[in-house]
């Protein structure tokens, strides 16, 4: 509400009076500065390599069909089936982000099963051919070494043939073993039953249609028998190799009892071969340094690939370990903490070809306000200090910030007014937030609370005393201005505390001149 009243003077004036009512709150001196909101991101990533080294080590001479092209695909990818968030969700933690196509889960992971049995035999090779080639090494050291003492080389012969022979024997029976685990493993695949299955059904089909053929029908009888024909010897095809896998089983558990009586034989003449020839080893001596670099440089040699075989089954291993981990129990991919969705990479029917991001978010403890600090005020702020937040999108709330970083480095050496950047973390519910956002930072230098204050224009100052115009309720005028002493205390950049002279909800007068031409 205004007044005006007109007083003569030296020339005309008109004083302006406006209402101010004296209110209670908080007063806040310190330095105000403006900047926009930063989201901190953070990603769901694809991180898995399912090339196997067969695979990075194939030639394009041979062309397959497009339907073969399509199967590897299918068993070398894993394909998105649904996506469940959408760009500016907001997530919680354990949220489902996408499913992945139980199809594509199993294909990849009996892709990766059957590298890893692969892996597997050609490890067990490799370490059967080195204990067999360690024994035929440490005979030839040996033989080098007391080549003049027939008595110690007939010792050294007498254990390495021994050994070799049981080490042989057990190689023979790990790899049998091996041939049984795999032909088990056929007789199990989903596959190879299925088309089995298929066979069958077809063959009783078309042989139901053939004997119900009429003879004199010589297309059709034809015909069906063809399909007939066909039909049995497809079925046939499969008998055989599924009779195969169970005759594998069967021959290899036979050959491995022979094998274990042979061990055991191998075993008592060796005990006996070796007592013989002790005795006359005891005089043989030692021998030198010749035979020994040469027996190092065979082990070297020969553990090379036992080394290089386990290396690539514990790569197989770690793939199957990510894989595991990626898909989880139930094929879902979940979100790793609170935030915002900033991006979505990956629809349904995708196959995760590559490494890359799958979806972007923010995360709800890294919002931050990016500002530039004049040169003068940079002094009055230090990191760890509190501010105050205020949003142009939400005018009437306030956040508390935190300064987490001062640079020292001015932000512009040809700015024409010297400033640092100054980073403040946002504290408390940023879930209305969005980055990009307009924000006003209040660095606190002082303030008090629960305070009386109007604002600074209302007082004036009078030989060394504070008075303001109070509102007289009863008055006319001039006569509704009481000119009232106060005592004032702390101020800000437009109000002053009143500790004495006023009380909340009186009224006072703003006063202002105008000037009439």
């Known amino acids: 509400m205004f007044h005006a009243w007109q007083e003569q003077a030296a020339k005309l004036e008109t004083y302006v009076y406006k209402e101010e009512t004296v209110a209670r709150g908080n007063l806040i001196l310190g330095i105000m500065e403006s900047g926009s909101l930063s989201l901190g991101e953070s990603a769901v990533m694809y991180e898995l390599d399912l090339e196997l080294d067969e695979e990075e080590n194939e030639e394009n001479g041979d062309e397959e069909s497009e339907d073969e092209d399509e199967d590897e695909n299918t068993s070398k990818y894993l394909e998105i089936e649904e996506v469940y968030a959408v760009s500016g969700q907001r997530i919680l933690k354990g949220d489902v982000l996408f499913k992945l196509k139980e199809d594509s889960v199993k294909a990849v992971e009996r892709k990766l099963e059957s590298a890893l049995t692969e892996a597997k035999i050609t490890l067990s090779n490799a370490q059967t051919e080195y204990e067999i080639s360690m024994l035929s090494a440490k005979s030839a050291y040996d033989s080098s070494v007391k080549e003049g003492s027939r008595a110690a080389a007939a010792y050294q012969v007498a254990i390495t043939a021994g050994g070799e022979r049981i080490k042989g024997l057990e190689g023979e029976i790990r790899m049998l073993e091996l041939e049984i685990a795999m032909a088990q493993e056929k007789l199990t695949d989903e596959d190879l039953l299925d088309s089995y299955e298929e066979a069958k059904a077809a063959y009783t089909s078309s042989k139901s249609r053939y004997e119900e053929t009429d003879l004199h029908n010589s297309t059709a009888y034809t015909s069906n028998l063809s399909d007939y024909q066909q039909a049995k010897s497809q079925l046939e095809t499969l008998e055989e190799e599924l009779q195969g896998y169970r005759d594998t089983i ?180 940023t879930s209305l937030l969005y980055g990009g956002m307009a924000a006003d930072v209040t660095f606190v230098t002082d303030s008090v609370e629960d305070v009386l204050y109007v604002s600074k224009k209302a007082v004036f100052e009078e030989d060394g005393l504070n008075y303001v115009y109070k509102k007289d309720a009863k008055g006319n005028g001039s006569e509704a201005r009481v000119k009232t002493q106060v005592e004032t205390g702390f101020s800000d950049t437009a109000s002053i505390e009143i500790l004495s002279g006023l009380e909340e909800g009186d009224v006072v007068y703003i006063e202002s001149i105008m000037n009439i031409k």
């Open 250 to 429: 069967t021959d290899n558990q036979v050959e491995i009892e022979k094998k274990r009586k042979e061990i055991e034989e191998a075993g008592a003449v060796q005990s006996l071969d070796n007592q013989k020839a002790e005795n006359e080893y005891q005089s043989a001596s030692l021998s030198g340094e010749l035979a020994k670099e040469i027996y190092g440089y065979s082990v070297d040699s020969l553990s090379d690939a036992v080394i290089r075989a386990q290396n690539e089954l514990d790569e197989i291993q770690m793939k199957m370990d990510a894989f595991r981990e990626f898909v989880g129990e139930d094929n879902c991919i979940y979100a790793p903490e609170d935030g915002l969705v900033t991006g979505v990479f990956s629809e349904a029917g995708d196959k995760l070809t590559d490494i890359g991001a799958m979806l972007t978010y923010a995360k709800e403890n890294e919002y931050t306000v990016n500002i530039d600090v004049s040169e003068e005020d940079v002094a009055a702020i230090s990191v760890g200090e509190h501010v105050e937040l205020s949003f142009g999108a939400y005018p009437e709330q306030t956040w508390e910030g935190v300064i987490i970083s001062i640079t020292t480095t001015a932000a512009s050496e040809y700015a024409s007014t010297i400033s640092y950047p100054v980073t403040i973390l946002v504290q408390g519910d």
